[in-house]
């Protein structure tokens, strides 16, 4: 089945420093979302990208999706301790039904 | 503005029990409805997903189920709960049409 792969899997970066994680696919998606989660709390929508080589950002974070439509990637300039959690992608084709989400990056900062 | 609402946020159950998880989501109408389970630090798994009224399909073979009564109101059931069931239960919804999912609040569901 269809399946993303998000790299790194966990990452412990310092306040301040800038965070690159991605998600790939073998498969071709028309539509990439990125979520961020707490302890405890459903997913929050960070970011939705709808076209191939589309840049958006919100606030700090900056998500492309990837122009052979098979990968994406999420930026977060200057961490702070708040963007602690896990970061998910997801994918969908055409609006259908399923979205595939991949098995999350999870962000630690140190103060 | 759209809102999801999923209740109880935890619950405690013994191995045997019933479940029923309740999810409905204001401000649309004929969203596309979902339920995922999450394992602890784990992804998310799709357990049903439906389009309509009445309208159910099931991603996962399980002894979970799912109905959908009304236009915006889901349910996740059990008969007979066991301890594997446990995790972290999410409701998610989505206009027809439009790329972007909401997540409610969860339920942690811990069978004893």
């Known amino acids: 089945g269809q399946q993303l792969n998000q790299s790194p899997q966990s990452m412990f970066i310092q306040e301040g420093e800038d965070v690159s994680m991605n998600c790939t696919s073998s498969?071709?998606?028309?539509?990439w979302l990125w979520y961020k989660q707490e302890p405890g709390e459903g997913p929050v929508l960070l970011i939705a990208?709808?076209?191939?080589?589309e840049l958006t950002s919100n606030g700090r974070l900056t998500a492309q999706f990837g122009i052979t439509r098979k990968d994406s990637f999420l930026n977060i300039s200057a961490s702070i301790p708040s963007d602690v959690g896990i970061y998910f992608c997801?994918?969908?084709?055409?609006?259908?039904?399923?979205?595939?989400f991949g098995p999350g990056t999870r962000l630690s900062v140190l103060p | 503005s759209q809102t999801i609402h999923q209740w109880p946020a935890t619950l405690v159950q013994p191995v045997g029990s019933p479940l029923s998880l309740e999810c409905t989501v204001e401000?649309?109408?004929?969203?596309?409805l979902y339920w995922y389970r999450q394992a602890a630090g784990r992804g998310l798994q799709l357990l049903f997903y439906?389009?309509?009224?009445?309208?159910i399909s099931s991603e996962v073979p399980q002894n979970l189920s799912a109905s959908r009564p009304q236009d915006r109101q889901f349910i996740l059931s059990s008969k007979k709960l066991l301890l594997s069931d446990s995790g972290f239960y999410l409701c998610?919804?989505?206009?027809?049409?439009?790329?972007?999912?909401?997540f409610g609040q969860g339920t942690r569901l811990t069978v004893v």
């Open positions: 998610a919804w989505r206009n027809t049409g439009e790329g972007q999912a909401f």
């Open positions: 498969s071709i998606f028309n539509t």
């Open positions: 990208l709808y076209k191939a080589g």
């Open positions: 997801a994918a969908a084709w055409n609006y259908g039904q399923n979205f595939v």
């Open positions: 401000g649309t109408s004929n969203p596309n």
């Open positions: 439906s389009i309509g009224i009445g309208q």
